[in-house]
């Protein structure tokens, strides 16, 4: 069992930046690869970013690309969303997931998911 704790949510102005993080425990996060997904009102869940389990490899949405990274501290079992030049369109409450699938930008790849945290991006 891996149990996911997401932290660095909150409100911030276009043009702002936030660095989610999302802290594993139960077992070592190098197991696993490693996705953030979030969820709007009324939407569904998307997915916005993953990392391989070495961290050499990254997958983003085309939204964010350019604006946000995913990182990983396999030491210190966390991995970070830093989202810089946030638009009204990146609220939503974001999950971190942590899974063995192949395709990591779909969330059938992922078996354990937290809570979220929400982010509220002012005009």
């Known amino acids: 069992q891996v149990q996911l704790v997401e932290s660095g949510g909150g409100l911030v102005q276009a043009g702002g930046s936030l660095r989610l993080s999302c802290a594993a425990s139960?077992?070592?996060?190098?197991?696993?690869?490693m996705g953030w997904f979030r969820q709007a009102p009324g939407k569904e869940r998307e997915f916005v970013a993953a990392?391989?389990?070495?961290?050499?490899?990254?997958y983003y949405v085309d939204s964010v690309k350019g604006r946000f990274t995913i990182s990983r501290d396999n030491a210190k079992n966390t991995v970070y969303l830093q989202m810089n030049s946030l638009k009204p369109e990146d609220t939503a409450v974001y999950y971190c997931?942590?899974?063995?699938?192949?395709?990591?930008?779909?969330?059938?790849?992922?078996?354990?998911w937290g809570q979220g945290t929400q982010v509220t991006v002012s005009s």
């Open positions: 139960g077992r070592t996060l190098s197991m696993y690869a």
């Open positions: 997931a942590a899974g063995r699938g192949l395709n990591i930008a779909t969330r059938s790849a992922y078996d354990y």
């Open positions: 990392i391989r389990r070495s961290g050499g490899t990254t």
